[in-house]
């Protein structure tokens, strides 16, 4: 009931704060344009000169501003407009802005500061609030999906708060971490999973969220050194605006649906199939109900989402809170997700603004209850003959195949059902994320600027899993009971100082820093229990009291920007690392950079008023890699986990120290990247984008090697050998080819090609005795997929299948590629590979008077999967080749297959054409404008998300990360109407 009532209790904070009014004071409204075509200026700053009273305008340009009585002047300003300053004549004053040099002055966030977007030589785009995806958006990386050239973001699933796997310009890793950095506010965000928490993005509001910056190639990430091996996404959150309390409320309330179920055999048609082929024993088992068990654990989700946001001023402080309460159900019966969430941006100036304070403090706290994701695939492979329930409430009243006597069947499938309403999965992880960033601009010489950011990023959780005593699934064992406990303390020091200046027609902007950053996990061990014996000494403290894996990262700094002319740009970068997870021999790296870039337009067409840019770049950089390199894996050691076996006292088995594999010569990864573009633009950038010609060589790849047998405890050690090519073409475009006073049309289009090949795994290159390394692992099937030299990771290695004159597969008949008459592993080849070498993004917006709409659309040409139900229930085995009847795939009608061995699995007839074209969001929306003197403006918006796909692939979902359809947690059609109110 508490999470009902919160948004009632959200809307009276808003209503008492929206009904502060000031005395001696008058009301000022009014619209302001820009001068090209008069359309209005949504965002733009409006507030009074030399007072903290300030606004900003709504999406249709309007503004309603409170002023003091007596004469008055308003400042009306925006980025990439000249500042207008207007006397206040009158209750209306509206104002028309002008460009300045096609708004090129606007300035881009970027590694350690800020840089005017016409210096920019490395490949950097940046997405705005004003363009993020609409409707149901629960975690950031949602906001940015097809928006940007580069940039895959592929949804790791359906449960609320799942996120997203990102990979900028393909992976650079085969066995470390192909994850970019992700800053936010000035702190690198360990990407690291808290216990209990389905995605280390989901913690964050999308709310508070102002932008995105992709840095993609080395010139511009170099600046990151060790952690920008796959790009960096910079998130800046919203902050305050100086003036009088503004409040504004937002609800949006969704409905999930199943976009699509898997077409399972009816209970009628498994009658058919044990009638005609069962044994006497599956003949008995055989039921006379119809269940879908897909509709059974299936369910329409409701989620709702409201956000309060109070800004103003308080004595020259700007201010921005926010709070933020998410309830979101998911698909899967008892999978829920709340989160609650608080910001707080304060954003002062002092000294006559040679002191800028930024401080950011966000928290959320998260109440999940897991689904048993296990019902995904038991709904698929259960018997439909059989019904729900059962009359014996032995096993809490679901049906369970049982042996004449009552007694549980062992090694049976599970009621999908009992599965999902017997397994009591809560967590309730918690994360904050913060800093405070003085930067202070010298009074004796302007121009330098000193920097210091303190920042920290603190996650922790606490669960239990119970499954009770008369739960099928442990019911031998008297149910299970678990507790888990983790927290990560990450922390940031970086100091840095700044010089820009403007001399002639030379501009210098040179940062040299120094930045501190340790990471530090704490491990609770807890036993997992019998539910029935949880008195056992053990429940309540760890059988191990914890362990504190750390590493600390330390780096010095340096960059220079220099423009002459705004015609010849220059950016030049050196970072030197030193991690403590590498030997003190391999302890440092440097990581240096350069850019330039040439102004086409101003060196020869600088008076062609229709050019609006036209600029050559290219880059160079040298990036590392640390990530998902284990904190002591250089060291000789033992622990817990370590190679040993378990000693039993008693009745229980207690694990011992054992010794770890190691390997003292680790060293980085490191990632050489070029790049070469063209900037464009035309039309007063009405007509705009860039295309982009890049390399990334990866080298010293960490890859698994096998080791003698009795050396190094371990089959495999990390070790650096290999490298990894990724070349491809980015093209963006972005037009406006309406923009009049009442409508104005947007679209914007982006295409990647990426081709992506190994070209080394052994110490010794081309190595032709060197077999690859195995990957692709399927829930049941073993490994599909090859690592190997020549060709694209996670390529498929499968058998090559047979058919026959009408095309029909041939049931364990494989081509004998080696001509060798076996079928033998040798046998098997390398064909189609699960990464795509073609994205595509279309998204457009469309504004007519008050309404307003568009949408976003992906597409993916070339990526294949390895459609793993299909290859297991696609046999008359999946039905009545075990003790108790299960259920199978209608693909068995095409097929024709009895029987399910491992060696048909290993078919390259289950490896499909995934390419398809998701229709990601439509939205469409109405701007109410002001209706009352407290209401300055209602916004209406209905979307539909995963509206409808284009694929030729037969299974759930086309899109799966590594190439595998392992049992999908179904991607919701998800319809939401959401109100916003600004008071």
């Not at 949006?252 to 399972?264: E, Q, R, Y």
């Not at 090694?411 to 960033?437: C, V």
């Not at 390419?915 to 404008?929: A, E, Q």
């Amino acid at each position: 009931m508490q999470g009902k009532r919160l948004p009632a209790f959200l809307t009276l904070i808003m209503v008492i704060c929206a009904l502060t009014v000031f005395a001696q004071t008058r009301e000022v409204t009014g619209t302001v344009t820009e001068d090209v075509s008069n359309l209005p200026v949504s965002g733009a700053t409006v507030e009074v000169k030399g007072t903290n009273y300030a606004t900003v305008t709504d999406s249709a340009g309007n503004y309603r501003l409170v002023v003091p009585e007596g004469s008055s002047t308003l400042v009306f300003s925006f980025v990439g407009y000249t500042n207008l300053e207007l006397p206040v004549t009158g209750a209306v004053v509206n104002a028309v802005l002008t460009h300045t040099t096609g708004s090129m002055e606007s300035v881009v966030v970027i590694g350690y500061g800020t840089a005017r977007k016409k210096d920019l030589t490395g490949a950097v785009a940046t997405v705005s609030a004003k363009d993020f995806q609409k409707g149901n958006i629960t975690t950031p990386d949602q906001l940015i999906a097809g928006k940007v050239s580069g940039v895959a973001i592929t949804s790791n699933g359906g449960r609320p708060g799942q996120g997203s796997t990102i990979r900028i310009r393909g992976g650079s890793s085969l066995n470390a971490s192909n994850d970019p950095l992700i800053v936010i506010d000035g702190v690198p965000v360990d990407n690291g999973t808290i216990s209990g928490a389905a995605n280390p993005l989901s913690f964050i509001n999308p709310n508070d969220i102002e932008s995105f910056t992709v840095l993609k190639d080395a010139s511009a990430s170099a600046i990151y050194g060790s952690r920008a091996n796959n790009g960096v996404i910079i998130i800046t959150t919203k902050k305050g605006k100086a003036g009088r309390i503004r409040v504004s409320y937002s609800t949006n309330n969704s409905l999930s649906t199943l976009a699509k179920k898997l077409d399972v055999l009816t209970g009628d048609q498994v009658r058919d199939i044990v009638n005609e082929y069962g044994s006497a024993l599956h003949k008995g088992q055989v039921g006379t109900a119809n269940t879908d068990w897909q509709d059974v654990i299936y369910r329409p989700a409701f989620a709702s989402d409201n956000n309060v946001t109070i800004t103003g001023g308080i004595k020259q402080i700007p201010y921005r809170i926010s709070l933020g309460y998410l309830n979101q159900d998911g698909l899967l019966r008892t999978d829920n997700l709340k989160r609650t969430s608080v910001g707080l941006a304060l954003n002062p100036t002092f000294f006559n603004n040679h002191l800028k304070v930024d401080l950011n403090l966000k928290g959320s706290v998260q109440n999940t209850r897991f689904a048993n994701d296990g019902a995904v695939g038991a709904a698929i492979s259960f018997d439909p003959t059989q019904p729900v329930y059962m009359d014996d409430p032995t096993y809490g009243g679901y049906f369970q195949w049982t042996e004449a006597d009552g007694t549980l069947v062992l090694n049976r499938a599970n009621n999908p059902l009992g599965m999902l309403e017997q397994t009591f999965d809560k967590q309730k992880p918690m994360r904050s994320i913060g800093n405070l960033q003085l930067d202070y601009k010298f009074h004796f010489l302007p121009e330098l600027r000193a920097n210091v950011n303190l920042g920290y990023d603190a996650s922790s959780n606490e669960g239990t899993k119970l499954i009770p005593a008369n739960a099928a699934t442990n019911f031998l064992d008297g149910g299970r009971f678990e507790q888990g406990k983790q927290s990560r303390f990450n922390s940031v020091f970086d100091f840095y100082l700044n010089y820009a200046k403007d001399i002639a027609k030379h501009r210098i902007d040179a940062t040299v820093g120094h930045s501190y950053n340790n990471f530090r996990t704490k491990n609770y061990s807890f036993r997992a229990l019998n539910a029935s014996k949880d008195t056992i000494a053990g429940t309540t403290a760890p059988v191990y009291p914890f362990d504190i894996p750390e590493n600390t990262l330390i780096s010095y700094w340096g960059r220079l920007l220099y423009n002459y002319d705004s015609r010849y740009f220059l950016t030049a970068s050196l970072r030197r690392d030193g991690s403590s997870r590498f030997a003190p021999e391999n302890r440092w790296g440097w990581f240096p950079s350069v850019g330039l870039a040439w102004s086409v337009k101003n060196e020869l067409f600088k008076n062609t008023a229709d050019l609006s840019e036209l600029k050559l770049r290219f880059g160079y950089g040298l990036t590392g890699q640390q990530d998902g390199i284990g904190n002591y894996d250089y060291l000789a050691r033992y622990g817990v986990g370590g190679l040993s076996a378990a000693y039993q006292f008693d009745n229980t088995f207690y694990n011992a120290y054992g010794p770890f594999g190691y390997n003292y010569n680790l060293k980085w990864e490191e990632l050489s990247s070029y790049n070469i573009a063209l900037d464009f633009g035309f039309l007063r950038n009405r007509i705009n984008g860039s295309i982009d010609f890049y390399v990334r060589e990866s080298k010293d790849l960490l890859n698994a090697i096998p080791q003698a047998a009795g050396t190094n405890f371990s089959a495999y050690v990390l070790a650096n050998v290999g490298t990894l090519r990724n070349s491809g073409v980015e093209f963006t475009l972005n037009t406006q080819p309406v923009a009049t006073e009442k409508v104005s049309l947007d679209v914007n289009f982006n295409y990647t090609y990426n081709k992506n090949e190994i070209t080394n795994l052994t110490v010794i290159p081309d190595d032709p005795t060197y077999p690859g390394i195995p990957t692709g692992g399927t829930q049941s099937n073993g490994n599909t997929q090859l690592h190997y030299v020549g060709y694209p990771r996670n390529t498929f290695y499968l058998y090559q299948q047979v058919y026959d004159t009408n095309g029909k597969p041939l049931e364990g008949v494989f081509v004998d590629r080696n001509g060798d008459g076996n079928i033998t592993t040798d046998d098997k080849y390398l064909n189609h590979s699960a990464v795509g070498q073609h994205m595509f993004g279309l998204s457009s917006n469309l504004a007519v008077n008050k309404w307003s709409g568009g949408f976003v659309t992906r597409a993916v040409v070339g990526n294949y999967l390895y459609n793993n139900v299909f290859a297991d229930r696609s046999t008359r085995t999946a039905i009545t080749g075990a003790y108790t009847l299960g259920n199978g795939i209608s693909n068995y009608f095409n097929t024709g297959f009895t029987q399910g061995t491992s060696i048909s699995a290993m078919s390259d007839l289950w490896v499909e054409n995934a390419s398809f074209i998701r229709m990601d969001n439509i939205f469409v929306g109405y701007n109410f404008g002001s209706l009352t003197k407290y209401i300055s403006s209602v916004r209406a918006i209905a979307s539909v998300q995963n509206a409808f796909i284009i694929t030729k692939y037969k299974g759930l979902d086309p899109e799966a990360n590594n190439g595998i359809d392992n049992n999908i947690y179904p991607r919701p059609r998800i319809f939401t109407l959401g109100l916003n109110f600004d008071f």
